[in-house]
C-alpha cells in the first residue's frame, strides 16, 4: 500500500502539492509526538553546552538540599548519556531521520507558498492555506467566478432571475474576506478559533442560498440523532430511561471532533453531498434547482475562499471558512454519511446516539 494512502490517527492534512518522497511523507505521518533518535549527535554545540541546555530545562528553583542533590544526579546522568557512543545500528537509523528531516526544512523554507499553522485546539498541524503569490489581490478573479456561474446557470434555465437578482454580489459592498483569531477564553490557554469574515465577499449570497435550500432538507432527514440543544438531550435520555434501556452499567461516551469545519476533506465532502442530494431530490432537483446546479455553486463557494491576512493574500485549500454559511450545512452533512455505521450499531443494541454539531453523544449498555 502507498504511503499517501495510509491513513493514521497522526496523519497531517496536505491539501498543496509539496511533491514528497515517500520517506518524508511517512516523517510527517509520525505526528509532532514523534522524536527522531540522538538529535544531539549532529549538533554544532558542544556537549558541555547541550546537557547545560537540558539540565536548565529541567531545573526548578527550589532550596530543598534532596532537590539539589536530585538535579545533579541529573545533570551526571545527561553528560554520561550524551557522550555515549551510539551503536551502529542506531547511528544508522539517527542519520537516515535526519537527514529526512532536514530536508523537509529545506523545502518549506523554500516555498512561500506554504503556510503552516497550528489548528485552533489541537496538537496537530496541517498546512490548509496557500499564499497567492502573484501578490494581486484575487476579488477581482472572485467576482468574475461568481458572475460566470450565474450568468451560465441562468443561460440553462437552472436558475431563474430571480434567484440571480437574489444572489449576485452587491457591488456597492464589496470586500476581499480577512482573516481573525476569535479568543476562547473557556479553553485552556485561551487559543483562538479561525474566523475567515467574508460577510462582504462575491460568493457570500451564494453561500447563504444553499444554506437556506439544503439545512431544512438536513434537519429533516437528520432529526432523531440531532440534538437541538441540552433540553432535547434530557428528554431524549428521560425516553431512553422509560424504554427501560438504561441500566446500572450504562456508559455515556462524548466524543468532540476537532476543528470540523476546517478540516473536512474537500471532494469526501462534495462527494457526500452529491450522494445526499440523490437521495433526497424529486426528479433530480431538490427546490428548483438540480443538482448539477447545487454541485456547481457549492464547488464554487470552496473554491472561492480567499481572504486578506498579515499584508498577504491567501487561498484556503482544505475544507470550509468558519464564518461561511455553507460551511456548516456543508460539514453536517459530511458527518452525518460518517457517522451511518455507528447509528446502526447503537440501533441493533437498543442504544442511543445524537449530536450536536460536532459534540457527538454515545450510550452504551
Given at each position: 500500500?502507498?504511503?499517501?494512502?495510509?491513513?493514521?490517527?497522526?496523519?497531517?492534512?496536505?491539501?498543496?502539492?509539496l511533491n514528497l518522497s515517500p520517506?518524508?511523507?511517512?516523517?510527517?505521518?509520525?505526528?509532532?509526538?514523534?522524536?527522531?533518535?540522538?538529535?544531539?549527535?549532529?549538533?554544532?554545540?558542544?556537549?558541555?553546552?547541550?546537557?547545560?541546555?537540558?539540565?536548565?530545562?529541567?531545573?526548578?528553583?527550589?532550596?530543598?538540599?534532596?532537590?539539589?542533590?536530585?538535579?545533579?544526579?541529573?545533570?551526571?546522568?545527561?553528560?554520561?548519556?550524551?557522550?555515549?557512543?551510539?551503536?551502529?545500528?542506531?547511528?544508522?537509523?539517527?542519520?537516515?531521520?535526519?537527514?529526512?528531516?532536514?530536508?523537509?526544512?529545506?523545502?518549506?523554507?523554500?516555498?512561500?507558498?506554504?503556510?503552516?499553522?497550528?489548528?485552533?485546539?489541537?496538537?496537530?498541524?496541517?498546512?490548509?492555506?496557500?499564499?497567492?503569490?502573484?501578490?494581486?489581490?484575487?476579488?477581482?478573479?472572485?467576482?468574475?467566478?461568481?458572475?460566470?456561474?450565474?450568468?451560465?446557470?441562468?443561460?440553462?434555465?437552472?436558475?431563474?432571475?430571480?434567484?440571480?437578482?437574489?444572489?449576485?454580489?452587491?457591488?456597492?459592498?464589496?470586500?476581499?474576506?480577512?482573516?481573525?483569531?476569535?479568543?476562547?477564553?473557556?479553553?485552556?490557554?485561551?487559543?483562538?478559533?479561525?474566523?475567515?469574515?467574508?460577510?462582504?465577499?462575491?460568493?457570500?449570497?451564494?453561500?447563504?442560498?444553499?444554506?437556506?435550500?439544503?439545512?431544512?432538507?438536513?434537519?429533516?432527514?437528520?432529526?432523531?440523532?440531532?440534538?437541538?440543544?441540552?433540553?432535547?438531550?434530557?428528554?431524549?435520555?428521560?425516553?431512553?430511561?422509560?424504554?427501560?434501556?438504561?441500566q446500572t452499567t450504562t456508559k455515556?461516551?462524548?466524543?468532540?471532533?476537532?476543528?470540523?469545519?476546517?478540516?473536512?476533506?474537500?471532494?469526501?465532502?462534495?462527494?457526500?453531498?452529491?450522494?445526499?442530494?440523490?437521495?433526497?431530490?424529486?426528479?433530480?432537483?431538490?427546490?428548483?434547482?438540480?443538482?448539477?446546479?447545487?454541485?456547481?455553486?457549492?464547488?464554487?463557494?470552496?473554491?472561492?475562499?480567499?481572504?486578506?491576512?498579515?499584508?498577504?493574500?491567501?487561498?484556503?485549500?482544505?475544507?470550509?471558512?468558519?464564518?461561511?454559511?455553507?460551511?456548516?450545512?456543508?460539514?453536517?452533512?459530511?458527518?452525518?454519511?460518517?457517522?451511518?455505521?455507528?447509528?446502526?450499531?447503537?440501533?441493533?443494541?437498543?442504544?442511543?446516539?445524537?449530536?450536536?454539531?460536532?459534540?457527538?453523544?454515545n450510550e452504551k449498555g
Amino acid at each position: 500500500m502507498s504511503v499517501y494512502t495510509t491513513i493514521t490517527a497522526s496523519l497531517p492534512f496536505i491539501e498543496v502539492d509539496l511533491n514528497l518522497s515517500p520517506q518524508e511523507m511517512s516523517m510527517f505521518i509520525n505526528g509532532l509526538k514523534y522524536v527522531i533518535p540522538c538529535t544531539s549527535q549532529f549538533s554544532s554545540k558542544s556537549i558541555e553546552q547541550l546537557v547545560s541546555e537540558q539540565y536548565q530545562n529541567h531545573r526548578i528553583p527550589t532550596a530543598n538540599k534532596s532537590a539539589k542533590e536530585a538535579f545533579q544526579a541529573l545533570q551526571c546522568i545527561l553528560h554520561e548519556l550524551q557522550s555515549k557512543k551510539l551503536s551502529r545500528k542506531l547511528e544508522k537509523r539517527a542519520k537516515h531521520e535526519y537527514k529526512i528531516v532536514e530536508s523537509i526544512r529545506h523545502l518549506l523554507r523554500d516555498r512561500s507558498d506554504i503556510v503552516i499553522r497550528r489548528t485552533d485546539k489541537s496538537k496537530v498541524f496541517y498546512i490548509a492555506y496557500q499564499e497567492i503569490t502573484s501578490g494581486r489581490c484575487p476579488l477581482s478573479d472572485m467576482l468574475y467566478a461568481v458572475q460566470t456561474l450565474l450568468s451560465s446557470l441562468v443561460t440553462q434555465k437552472a436558475l431563474s432571475f430571480q434567484q440571480y437578482s437574489k444572489i449576485s454580489p452587491r457591488l456597492n459592498k464589496l470586500e476581499l474576506g480577512h482573516y481573525h483569531g476569535l479568543p476562547k477564553p473557556h479553553k485552556p490557554g485561551t487559543r483562538l478559533r479561525p474566523i475567515i469574515a467574508c460577510i462582504h465577499a462575491p460568493a457570500t449570497l451564494v453561500s447563504k442560498f444553499l444554506n437556506d435550500l439544503l439545512v431544512p432538507i438536513y434537519l429533516n432527514v437528520a432529526r432523531e440523532i440531532t440534538f437541538i440543544n441540552g433540553i432535547d438531550v434530557i428528554r431524549k435520555l428521560e425516553k431512553y430511561i422509560l424504554d427501560g434501556h438504561f441500566q446500572t452499567t450504562t456508559k455515556f461516551i462524548i466524543i468532540d471532533v476537532t476543528d470540523l469545519y476546517t478540516i473536512i476533506p474537500r471532494e469526501g465532502a462534495l462527494h457526500a453531498l452529491m450522494r445526499f442530494l440523490e437521495k433526497n431530490s424529486h426528479h433530480g432537483k431538490v427546490g428548483t434547482l438540480s443538482i448539477d446546479a447545487i454541485m456547481r455553486m457549492a464547488r464554487l463557494i470552496l473554491d472561492t475562499n480567499c481572504f486578506a491576512y498579515n499584508n498577504k493574500y491567501y487561498q484556503q485549500t482544505r475544507g470550509g471558512a468558519m464564518g461561511s454559511a455553507f460551511t456548516q450545512v456543508l460539514a453536517n452533512i459530511y458527518m452525518f454519511e460518517w457517522e451511518q455505521d455507528l447509528i446502526k450499531h447503537q440501533t441493533v443494541h437498543k442504544a442511543m446516539y445524537g449530536r450536536f454539531v460536532k459534540h457527538l453523544l454515545n450510550e452504551k449498555g
